[in-house]
């Protein structure tokens, strides 16, 4: 059953009595006694009710690829925050802790985000490297640990738009969440490409 709403546009003051000309448009809307069965079904799955569209086991399992990318990223930049040594590493070290902490709460995100949906972040550290996205590369060098950290950016902003893609309008929440890190991903990649410049 559907309850519906009807909305007026135009100011009143300036109409005749009879209001001809009023331009009404019916809006759809679930009847809230509907909406609160609908809610009370299922209430072991938190936030997946049954309005949620997107294919969930397909979304967890993209989430939980992003996760280990974003581990695996954290380790990698780790390394070469602490690796990292000559004249010019002092300022490339605060750019890796910088990323080292932005992505950490990426992983953060993605992990509350796969309980939300009903599952569990996959930490097994024997599957990370199988499900990652991108690679943990050393590097020998200040500039060859700035091209892999690099290179891993530019893996993860495709990874993450074919991702907001894949999800769409059917998950808006995962989606936004989806746009925000991508958003700091090409930050991430500007800010090494601007190293590798400099």
Known sequence: MKATITAQSGSTASRAPRQEGIIKEAIDLTDVKILRAQARQGIVDSAMTSGYKADAETVIRLLNEALATEIICILRYKRHYFMASGLNSLSVKAKFLQHVTEEQAHADQLAERIVQLGSEPDLSPERLLSRSHSEYVEGDSLVAMITADLVAERIAID????????????????????????????????????????
């Open 159 to 198: 990874s993450y738009r074919e991702m907001i893609a894949y999800v769409g309008a059917d998950d808006p929440t995962t989606g936004k969440m989806l746009e925000q890190i991508l958003a700091q991903e090409e930050e991430h990649a500007e800010d090494l490409a601007s190293l590798l410049r400099g």
